[in-house]
């Protein structure tokens, strides 16, 4: 008797239904937040002379620099962040930038 309700036990539990739930954890990369202000707006001179102009252009250059430093270096931190999880997430590379 006690065989049969150890029987009858046994094959009740393994009707029972195993319920398998993912949950699903975003991570959010953290950026310092130097890199996260907006780049400077470019300078307005007036150019009189030639000596203005390279001023001008150096100043150009120097913010472009600045900006695209930062900008390099968030894609470097989306880089590392998805090559430690496993992603495969490519970055696009937009050098073509026009300027109006």
């Given at each position: ?6 029987l ?64 390099s ?12 999880y ?15």
């Open positions: 008797m006690m065989c049969l309700l150890l009858i036990v046994m094959l009740l539990s393994g009707c029972a239904k195993t319920v398998t739930e993912t949950k699903v954890q975003y991570i959010r990369p953290e950026f310092p937040k130097s890199l996260l202000d907006p780049c400077d707006p470019a300078p307005v001179n007036s150019i009189s002379t030639n000596g203005d102009l390279l001023m001008s252009y150096i100043s150009l250059q120097t913010l472009y620099a600045i900006c695209s430093l930062k900008v270096s968030i894609s470097g931190i989306l880089q590392s962040y998805d090559s430690a496993g992603l495969d997430i490519k970055i696009e590379d937009h050098t073509d930038v026009k300027i109006d």
